[in-house]
């Protein structure tokens, strides 16, 4: 039981180059708002009690209920800690990879930085992501 206290290593956890300048874009898009370090989720309670929920453009009509109140207003924040061992992606497993969450559903999305990024930055900060399992992570 133990050892389910901490996320295997991640095989892209080395640092380089890449995974700094990845460490860089995710601090540069506000990525930290929802995804702070060092646990990487914002998951909690806000001051009313209610819990912290984020819309992201991925919930529908097959997405559920909350507890029989309604549809669900958004969904807790996962940890990115162990992201490269747990595709596919979103609530719904409806991103196959990484690239998918970052191309985002629309216009209202925090995921969708991909069409603003070259192919280098979405390799970069992809590869930060994958790097990311519970271990020091690189400074921006």
């Not at 992606?89 to 196959?96: E, K, N, R, T, V």
Request: aromatic share 4%; proline share 11%; net charge negative.
């Amino acid at each position: 039981v133990t050892s389910l206290s901490q996320a295997r290593r991640s095989p892209w956890a080395q640092a380089g180059e890449a995974v700094a300048a990845g460490a860089a874009l995710f601090d540069a898009l506000a990525c930290a708002d929802c995804h702070p370090p060092p646990t990487y989720t914002d998951s909690g309670f806000e001051p009313d009690g209610r819990p912290r929920l984020h819309a992201i453009d991925t919930l529908g009509p097959g997405s559920g209920q909350r507890l029989g109140e309604g549809p669900l207003p958004g969904i807790d924040t996962p940890t990115l800690i162990g992201l490269w061992d747990s595709a596919p992606y979103l609530h719904d497993g409806s991103a196959p990879d990484l690239a998918a969450v970052l191309a985002g559903r629309g216009p209202d999305d925090p995921h969708g930085v991909a069409g603003g990024l070259s192919a280098g930055e979405l390799a970069a900060l992809v590869g930060f992501l994958r790097s990311l399992d519970g271990r020091e992570a690189p400074a921006p």
